[in-house]
């Protein structure tokens, strides 16, 4: 585990990050140099922060801002899809009342199962570990999500609205991915300057 120097800028290493639509927003803060989380211009290693100086691990599930924008972006997609389906039988203001807290019992039961049953298979296949497992189950969540939404796309109704919203966060991060991956060498060499 990495740990990176105290400074303001450390919470916006990209490395802290999972997603590269994240990632690239932090990188351009970083390289941008501004004003830190107290309102400081930390961004090099010799500046003395005094009581705001911070110390962090590099690991990609630090980001709060991440994990909950994620988070909400799938909960509000998958409720999405069950008031869908639910609207057939009922009005649509009790299909969205019932399909949110539906869809967040069954985003939680998927992630158990997932960890229970699909990990296993596909480390067994060969697919690297890790720590924990939250590589594999969020890869294969955010498949099963994916495709879920690849067909409510295609609907005329409403719920194609949620779902192009989502396909189209899953494209802009593929962008990010590309972008991160051209300018590689400067996101490391940013990161150097913040990382022991």
Do not use: K
């Not at 927003?25 to 930390?42: E, M």
């Not at 010799?46 to 972006?73: F, H, K, M, P």
């Not at 690297?128 to 099963?144: C, E, K, S, Y």
Request: one cysteine or more.
């Amino acid at each position: 585990m990495r740990i990176a120097r105290p400074q303001a800028a450390v919470a916006w290493v990209p490395s802290r990050h999972r997603y590269a639509l994240f990632r690239l927003i932090a990188y351009l803060r970083l390289a941008s140099g501004a004003d830190g989380p107290h309102g400081d211009r930390g961004w090099r290693p010799d500046v003395d922060l005094g009581a705001n100086a911070i110390v962090l691990a590099i690991d990609r599930d630090q980001s709060s801002v991440e994990a909950y924008t994620v988070c909400v972006l799938v909960w509000m997609t998958v409720s999405a899809f069950f008031a869908a389906v639910l609207s057939s039988t009922l009005v649509l203001p009790a299909a969205i009342a019932l399909a949110i807290p539906i869809a967040a019992l069954t985003l939680t039961l998927s992630m158990v199962m997932t960890g229970l049953v699909v990990t296993p298979v596909l480390h067994a296949v060969g697919l690297p570990r890790g720590a924990d497992n939250i590589a594999p189950a969020t890869m294969v969540m955010l498949i099963a999500v994916t495709l879920a939404a690849s067909y409510f796309a295609t609907l005329s109704t409403w719920v194609r609205i949620p779902a192009w919203l989502f396909l189209g966060a899953v494209a802009f991060n593929g962008v990010a991915a590309i972008v991160l991956f051209v300018v590689r060498q400067r996101v490391r060499a940013a990161e150097a300057r913040c990382v022991a």
